[in-house]
């Protein structure tokens, strides 16, 4: 299944119309991996029904499971910054999606550059959509 093109419009109302869509399953490779976070990026920020959350919690639990093996990040020794860095390179993500993220798309710019440090709101926004504890970008 290509995931990539996949919007909020495609996502279905009911979990079985959901597994049709992409079958919740340990993820094997990264084709799998990237197929689910594909699922997962057109449906987080929108409401969801009950069958939707489930079915997102479901997948998302794969997805942890998976970048727990193939993707621990050890923030170690990184500065806020570069660990940011390194975050939207696994999510293929470039300044101005951070700037979307935050509110601003100007804004991911002024962070990566030093030009503006990271506010509490920004440090929670980014722990969220990264699945992160707060405490590293501090």
Partial sequence: MKTSALTHDDIPGTYAELVGLF????LHDEVDYRNALGVLDAMAGFEMNADQEDYFEAV?????????????????????????HSLMAEHGMNESDLGRLLGDRSLGHRILTGERELSKAHIRTLAEH???NPAALL
Avoid at 23 to 26: C, E, F, L, T, Y
């Fill in 60 to 84: 998302a639990t794969f997805v942890e499971k998976y970048e727990a093996r193939h993707h621990a990040l050890d923030a170690k020794g990184l500065t806020p910054v570069e660990l940011l």
């Fill in 130 to 132: 990264f699945s992160l």
């Fill in 23 to 26: 079958m919740p399953r340990p």
